[in-house]
């Protein structure tokens, strides 16, 4: 059996990427950092129903020491790097914060494995954010990068010492540089929950009104559940690379407002309101991927419509405040 360890379990990515090695078949060992709501923090498990099934160790990416501990217990042979202040808004709040853990937890992470157990196979949870400010209207392997934010400056760190340990020291590590993937797992902050989570409220009568920032940002979305496949195959192949995941399909903030509005029977324009202090300093406009390398060598492609992830997102939300009983606004 072979053993997986996954940082990051308790985010939407981790909870996905559990489910999945876990009917393939793999011991699943998530490093957990310390909480105190530590009660609340496996509600993603909970909800894909892997909660009991995987091992928790205390660690954090900040802390060097807590990784070689947990790496040389656990002798993973693959380990996932999730783990991330990953909230790009926030970057500029918490730049530093964002640089420690996002930039240099990924390098702790990295020296763990150089030191304690060099055959594990390492993935890195790189970002199409890294792109930023786009040179070239459709991005693959070979795009040019241009960060945008805190966030992207730290993931492109993460990026380039991924490459650098696989050029440095032979280890299997390797990249995946995802674009913008959801689910009803997807925390409350980022657009598309933002907006289904809205959805449901007002259709509900919980609420009138959606705040929003830019609405003709446009990014390429796709669904957690397919993206989690394609990490798995990452560190299936006999050599170590980096691959785009991605759909190949853009669209605005405001689309996404019509689709997930419209899923209820509702009007996008008669509810969402813009709002300036959600508009961020810099901002990326477009995002869409070119997915072709992942096809050719991993025989990964999405199979999830955008209309179809936010039908599955909205009802999702739905459900969580039919059953929540919240008082009306
Ligand atoms: P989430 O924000 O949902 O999850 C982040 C995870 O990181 C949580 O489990 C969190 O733990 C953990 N974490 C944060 N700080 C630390 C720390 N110091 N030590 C240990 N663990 C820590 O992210 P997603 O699941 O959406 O994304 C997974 C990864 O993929 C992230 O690195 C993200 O930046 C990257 N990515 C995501 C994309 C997306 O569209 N979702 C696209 C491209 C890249 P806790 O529960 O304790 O807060
Ligand atoms: P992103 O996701 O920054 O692309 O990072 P997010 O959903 O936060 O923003 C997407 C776009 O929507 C615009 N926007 C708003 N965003 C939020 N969160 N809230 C709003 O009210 C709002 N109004 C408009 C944003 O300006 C932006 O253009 C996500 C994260 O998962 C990263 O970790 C990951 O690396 C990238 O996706 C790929």
Redesign the pocket.
Known sequence: MPTALV????????AYLSALLLEKGYRVVG?I?R?ASADV?NHRLRWLGVEGRVELMDG???DLSSLLRVVQAVQPDECYN?????FVAASWQQPLLTGS?TAL?AANMLEAIRLARPACRFYQ????EMYGLIQEPVQNEKTPFYPRSPYAVA?LYAHWMTVNYRESFGLHASSGI????ESPLR?IEFVTRKVTDGVARIKLGLARELPLGNMDATRDWGH?RDYVQAMWRMLQQDVADDYVVATGRTTSIRDLCRIAFGHAGLNYEDHVVTRSDLIRPAEVDVLEGDAAKADRVLGWRATTTLEDMIGEMVEADLARHRASNLPRA
Request: glycine letters at 16%; zero cysteines.
């Open positions: 940082t990051g379990l308790t985010g939407q990515d981790g490093l950092r909480s923090i954090d990416l900040l999730l783990a991330a202040q990953s853990v937890g949870a790189s970002s199409s993931k995802l674009f913008n993937h925390g957690a």
